[in-house]
């Protein structure tokens, strides 16, 4: 049975300074230091990925553009509305979705929906703070993600480069 690579990463910290709409709500400076170190270890790390699924949200697109950038191959990014303040249930119904020509994936988000979907797959409580990253290895299909059996191969926050 093939074995599938699922990261999920949760957005770079965010800036509170301001009286913003959540979803438009930019990065903090330390925000976008941080990213970039989640790209290099991605890139010297995971062999290539795929596809990329991020949030609408502001922060969680200038994360991924950040990280994208320290890649060398950028993999094909699609925005889903569905990630934005999604359950482990929403983010679980997109993984289940994606097509199995996708070998690799990221899933760029936030909390809680990020930490519960990695207990939820793996059964491993896992502290995600802004730019952690989750690497699991997911048996099967993605449809049947979540019903096969997955292990965390990876977590934690990138150190700095």
Known sequence: MSERTLILL???????????VDIV???AKRGRRQAPDAGRWLDANIGGIDLAVVSPANRARSTWDLVSAELEVSPRTRIDDRLYAASDMDLLGVVREMSDNVDTAVLVGHNPGIEDLVSHLTGECVAMPTSALA?????????????????????GRPPAG
């Open 10 to 20: 949760r957005h770079a910290k965010s800036d509170w300074s301001e009286d913003e």
């Open 135 to 155: 690497v699991i290895a997911v048996t099967g299909s993605w449809s049947t993600a979540g019903n096969s059996s997955a292990a965390l191969r990876a977590s």
């Open 25 to 27: 709500r930019p990065l």
